[in-house]
């Protein structure tokens, strides 16, 4: 079955960094882009970053752009946040999950969300 198991979050003060770990099995790693979201409590899951099947093309929204670095090690299917000058509205719960270079979602999608990580930012 698909599987997503998100570590590296914590507690760091405004302006530090962290780098987050989504570690993926169950599909074909290499053949999906894979997506970091995170969700603040009481607010809907919001995309952060968005890497394609080879790594070859990465995209952000404006809120992260400059301050996060996705990457991916196709050989180890994981993908990796560094998050830097990390902000208060920041803190979340960060989760990823794959869907099709193309934008499709596959099937599995929906059920293969994982427990994500907290990342709190604060002094």
């Known amino acids: 079955q698909v599987q997503f198991v998100e570590s590296g979050g914590g507690l760091v003060q405004p302006g530090g960094s962290l780098r987050l770990s989504c570690a993926a099995s169950?599909?074909?790693?290499?053949?999906?882009?894979i997506a970091w979201y995170r969700q603040a409590p009481g607010k809907e899951r919001q995309w952060v970053a968005l890497?394609?099947?080879?790594?070859?093309?990465?995209n952000y929204p404006d809120s992260v752009k400059g301050r996060f670095t996705i990457s991916r090690d196709n050989a180890k299917n994981t993908v990796y946040l560094q998050m830097n000058s990390l902000k208060p509205e920041d803190t979340a719960v960060y989760y990823c999950?794959?869907?099709?270079?193309?934008?499709?979602?596959?099937?599995?999608?929906?059920?293969?969300w994982g427990q994500g990580t907290q990342v709190t930012v604060s002094s």
């Open positions: 169950g599909f074909t790693f290499s053949r999906y882009a």
């Open positions: 890497i394609t099947s080879t790594g070859g093309s990465t």
């Open positions: 999950n794959a869907h099709s270079d193309n934008g499709a979602v596959p099937a599995w999608r929906d059920a293969a």
